[in-house]
């Protein structure tokens, strides 16, 4: 008697899953974070931090973070999403630059 067994399988591949593009989600600019921006933030949250220790929990949370995104958002400014179309194009010459635009 053999110990092996005939196996069938039915087997269906597809293509990768391909993700759609998020064009024209605005970004708080929070790689500008630095030097005189960081303190001016720091001194916005602080005028505008207004939230009580003794209340909720969680309603306290979403006030901070309601209070830190509006600060940023005014210091920092906010970017407008873009295409990104050419990403990773920023170590390219300005020779390759003009060919890429020229095909």
Do not use: P, Y
Not at 26 to 43: I, P, S
Not at 46 to 66: F, G, L
């Amino acid at each position: 008697m053999t110990k092996h067994r005939f196996l069938v399988v039915d087997v269906e591949i597809r293509g990768a899953v391909r993700r759609k593009r998020t064009i024209g989600i605005n970004k708080v600019r929070w790689w500008n974070l630095n030097g005189e921006k960081a303190t001016k933030v720091a001194e916005k949250i602080k005028i505008e931090s207004k939230w009580a220790v003794d209340r909720d929990v969680n309603k306290m949370w979403e006030e901070m973070v309601d209070c830190i995104q509006r600060s940023a958002k005014e210091v920092l400014g906010v970017s407008n999403g873009g295409s990104g179309k050419m990403r990773g194009a920023w170590w390219w010459g300005e020779e390759v630059k003009e060919k890429v635009k020229a095909k």
